[in-house]
């Protein structure tokens, strides 16, 4: 109990100041459409537009000092919707808690009664970007919202980063028997 006391795993924030690990709820994934480019270069792209969970995996660091114009952003999703559409899920979450399924990572429920939320699964091949100031603006006007705290952003970060540091090589090493 006292680790929990000592160690949250998040906090409440408010107003328009971005970190790593904040949680935006129904934020706005912009995306170019598939079909849009099917043949030669064209000016004109179709957006789809999707509204997802997401959480800031830029660092705190580049938004604080401005190095950066957009934020990275990963979806997450309420882990029961999700078992409830995929229940072979249920068999990896040991190893998704452990971090051997490098797409995925969960956070913990908030019991905050400001901002509750049950389990989440992040999944990293849901990636996507949006100018620094829309988000700072949709962050302000969610009002009160959970960020996660350190160490515990510090981990998604590197999960983050195990995810896409993968290399897949053309042929294994044969070992001696």
Not at 5 to 27: H, M, N, S
Not at 35 to 41: A, Q, W
Not at 90 to 114: A, C, M
Not at 168 to 176: D, F, R
Request: aromatic content about 10%; glycine content about 4%; some cysteine.
């Amino acid at each position: 109990m006292d680790a929990i006391r000592k160690y949250p795993w998040y906090e409440i924030v408010e107003g328009d100041d971005l970190a790593q690990g904040d949680i935006l709820l129904d934020c706005y994934a912009v995306r170019v459409a598939p079909d849009t480019l099917p043949s030669g270069f064209s000016t004109t792209l179709r957006a789809e537009i999707e509204q997802v969970d997401a959480i800031v995996i830029s660092q705190s660091c580049d938004l604080v000092n401005d190095k950066i114009n957009d934020v990275l952003l990963c979806a997450h999703f309420d882990l029961s919707k999700v078992m409830e559409v995929d229940p072979s899920l249920k068999s990896k979450l040991k190893q998704i808690l452990n971090g051997q399924v490098y797409r995925h990572t969960l956070l913990p429920r908030s019991d905050f009664s400001e901002c509750p939320m049950g389990i989440r699964i992040v999944d990293f091949n849901y990636v996507f970007m949006l100018p620094k100031q829309v988000v700072r603006r949709f962050a302000a006007a969610q009002g009160k919202r959970l960020r996660l705290c350190p160490p515990y952003r510090e981990h998604l970060s590197q999960a983050f980063a195990r995810f896409f540091m993968r290399v897949g090589l053309p042929q294994q090493i044969e070992l001696p028997e």
